[in-house]
């Protein structure tokens, strides 16, 4: 079964750091993309970034909101993306969600970040 | 970046009966190179994280029952539903992913009258 399980969300200062991890299970981590969404508090979706397979260069891309102040990276070795937030503002407090590849499937059951003082 | 508008806000549906939801964008979805559209539909049920739907405009995904199908064209689609079930009640969501950025309608709520 492939899962996704996203973790590291709490409670930061506003301009602190904060690391997610998404821990994958059941498919060969390194053939697959990886995708990170958000949803703020009662709101919709919205994408965060992504990074490709290393077949593809292992290259990221990522919201305008996020830009410069996001890393998205990856460890084959573990099967492991992670999400590395520098200068966290409070716009940004909003479940995270990983996801396999750009066709976003499965989604993992989300971490909780919190941006506040 | 490409603007995906859904229609409506809250669909109230009646169990047994069909039910679609509108998604249009602001640019095509056709990519001319491989003539697939790329635009997917998520479901969101209450207290859940989002799960795929139907991927390039008509596919379903693994485990999705048939009764929920994707069509359309161009800028605009159709996710329809032929007989809406109580499990079906939840937030839909249309994404494109011809561009980065990658995105999503405002969703679609669906509950049951």
């Known amino acids: 079964e492939v899962q996704v399980v996203e973790s590291g969300g709490g409670l930061v200062q506003p301009g602190r750091s904060l690391r997610l991890s998404c821990t994958t299970s059941?498919?060969?981590?390194?053939?697959?993309?990886m995708s990170w969404f958000r949803q703020a508090p009662g709101k919709g979706l919205e994408w965060v970034g992504i990074?490709?397979?290393?077949?593809?260069?292992?290259?990221?891309e990522y919201a305008a909101s996020v830009k410069g102040r996001f890393t998205i990276s990856r460890d084959d070795s573990k099967s492991i993306a992670y999400l590395q937030m520098n200068s966290l503002k409070t716009e940004d407090t909003a479940m995270y969600y990983c996801?396999?590849?750009?066709?976003?499937?499965?989604w993992g059951q989300g971490t909780l970040v919190t941006v506040s003082s | 970046d490409i603007v995906m508008t859904q229609t409506p806000l809250s669909l109230p549906v009646t169990p047994g009966e069909p039910a679609s939801i509108s998604c249009r964008s602001s640019?095509?979805?056709?990519?001319?190179?491989?003539?697939?559209?790329?635009l997917d539909w998520f479901l969101q049920k209450p207290g859940q994280s989002p799960q795929l739907l139907i991927y390039?405009?008509?596919y379903r995904a693994s485990g999705v029952p048939d009764r929920f199908s994707g069509s359309g064209s161009g800028t605009e689609f159709t996710l329809k539903i032929s007989r809406v079930e109580a499990e079906d009640v939840g937030v839909y969501y249309c994404?494109?992913?011809?561009?980065?950025?990658?995105?999503f309608g405002g969703g679609t709520k669906v509950e049951i009258k």
């Open positions: 640019q095509s979805l056709l990519n001319s190179d491989d003539g697939n559209t790329y």
């Open positions: 059941g498919f060969t981590f390194g053939d697959y993309a």
């Open positions: 994404m494109q992913r011809i561009n980065f950025p990658l995105t």
């Open positions: 390039t405009l008509s």
């Open positions: 996801a396999r590849e750009i066709i976003a499937d499965p």
């Open positions: 990074v490709r397979s290393k077949t593809y260069g292992g290259t990221t």
